[in-house]
């Protein structure tokens, strides 16, 4: 139903093993490339972060489960830059074929990200609320239920933020965000369908088999097409 | 339309990840895709110029000037942008505050969503499945793994970051604190306790080795 990156609630992953206090940013000089590579890309504008979430997330169970992190990044990009046609998979293999010195200019290459304008482009960010039609269904208070089965209503197999181990739990509104992008369409080019977003506090107790302690709490932040009101008893 | 695919194209790069890496960079350098000083700015700016450093000193202010505390928990986002700690991975901010009653503690089950403008690039731990798959659902052990252990009158609330928008939790001031600075204060005030794994160091602690 759903796949591995899903994994709140998972048994058997063992110890946090917390980092040392002066343990560096990136743990070797690939790691820092590699989050580098994939930031710069993005600047190509040829996805947008919901089409990178679900590319890292779409890896097969076996290399999501045996790549470190910034590998199933860097997997995930190579991946989507011949998907989207800025490369080739013959561009890939034959990586090793010319000269360092040797170029030829891509047709995006007006796009790339010049090392001056990066400190513009990260403080600048990339907001996600929008003006949305979809009037707020849900205040502060409300009682509503998640979505059952979960799983995205828009693709089968496709990106959606609500984990399976919230959907068709019991919650209530806490904060009501605005309006956000929906990334179960934005992830797939179904354009970016605002609607209203909100954080919803879920009982522990309604969530696990064993909750640690009866006043413990999960919260999300769901989309409205995630919830539906709570039927009254 | 999910593009599922048993050949993924990364299949045909060379599977040490370093040389992985190096290969990629180096294919799109020759197609003028990518500057590698750009690539050097941006692993400059989050190993040197952005990191906990900008959340310490919120908190440090925070806990000094009751109105920009409570302007911070109202509505972040005007707060942090005049402080200059708004971008990237932190467009939409919420300051949840630690008290007695009640513990907050921040994960992203899904990937690894993080406030980087206030906070940097996650460390290791935050990125683990450990961490991710057992936050939600015990995270009084896994604040054991810590070495941390909160009292039975005091709830836990898990923020799970499953859109864009990012947590800070707020510590509760240490005793002892009385009277110092705000450079002093940020001092004591951790990466980890801003996710919610740590408290915030006292005085005789000596500080957080930053």
């Known amino acids: ?233 | 339309m999910p593009h599922d695919h048993s050949d993924h194209p990364h299949a045909v790069l060379p599977s040490d990840p370093a040389l992985r890496v190096k290969a990629l960079e180096t294919i799109l350098t020759r197609k003028g895709l990518i500057d590698p000083a750009a690539l050097d700015e941006i692993i400059d700016t989050y190993q040197n110029k952005i990191g906990p450093q900008n959340g310490a000193r919120v908190v440090a202010r925070a806990w000094s000037d009751p109105a920009f505390k409570a302007a911070l928990l109202a509505d972040a986002d005007p707060v942090l942008a005049e402080l200059g700690f708004y971008g990237r991975q932190g467009e939409h901010m919420v300051v949840v505050e630690n008290t007695p009653e009640q513990h907050n503690m921040v994960v992203c089950t899904l990937c690894s969503c993080y406030p980087w403008p206030l906070l940097g690039i996650p460390p290791g731990w935050y990125k683990s499945d450990a961490y991710r798959a057992r936050a939600v659902r015990e995270p009084r052990k896994v604040l054991a793994d810590f070495g941390m252990t909160l009292p039975a009158e005091t709830a836990v609330r898990v923020w799970d970051s499953t859109a864009e928008v990012r947590y800070l939790v707020l510590p509760m001031r240490p005793e002892g604190s009385e009277g110092l600075d705000e450079d002093a204060l940020a001092a004591l005030v951790s990466r980890d306790s801003m996710i919610g794994t740590a408290l915030a160091s006292t005085p005789d602690d000596g500080g957080y080795p930053s």
């Open chain 1, 1 to 233: 139903m759903s796949r591995l990156h899903d994994m709140g609630g998972r048994f058997g992953d063992g110890a946090v093993v917390p980092d040392a206090p002066d343990a560096p940013v990136f743990a070797t000089d690939w790691h820092a490339r590699a989050l580098a590579v994939t930031l710069a890309c993005g600047a190509l504008g040829k996805w947008n972060i919901d089409v990178s979430r679900h590319a890292r997330e779409r890896l097969s169970p076996k290399d999501y489960t045996r790549y470190t992190y910034y590998e199933k990044w860097i997997s995930a990009l190579a991946d989507l830059l011949v998907e989207t046609g800025v490369l080739t998979r013959k561009d890939l293999q034959g990586q090793g074929e010319m000269g360092l010195g040797e170029k030829e200019l891509h047709a995006l290459a007006s796009k790339a990200l010049k090392a001056e304008a990066v400190a513009a482009v990260l403080a600048k960010g990339g907001p996600a609320n929008r003006d949305s039609t979809i009037a707020a269904g849900f205040a502060p208070g409300d009682r509503v239920k998640t979505r059952h089965p979960g799983g995205s209503a828009l693709v089968n197999g496709g990106h959606t933020r609500l984990p399976d181990y919230a959907a068709g739990a019991s919650g209530e509104i806490l904060l009501q965000h605005g309006a956000h992008v929906l990334p179960d369409s934005n992830a797939h080019g179904l354009g970016e369908a605002p609607e209203p977003l909100y954080a919803v506090a879920f009982k522990a107790s309604e969530l696990w088999a064993h909750p640690e302690h009866p006043n413990d709490e999960v919260v999300l932040d769901l989309w409205q097409s995630y919830l539906e009101p709570e039927a009254q008893e």
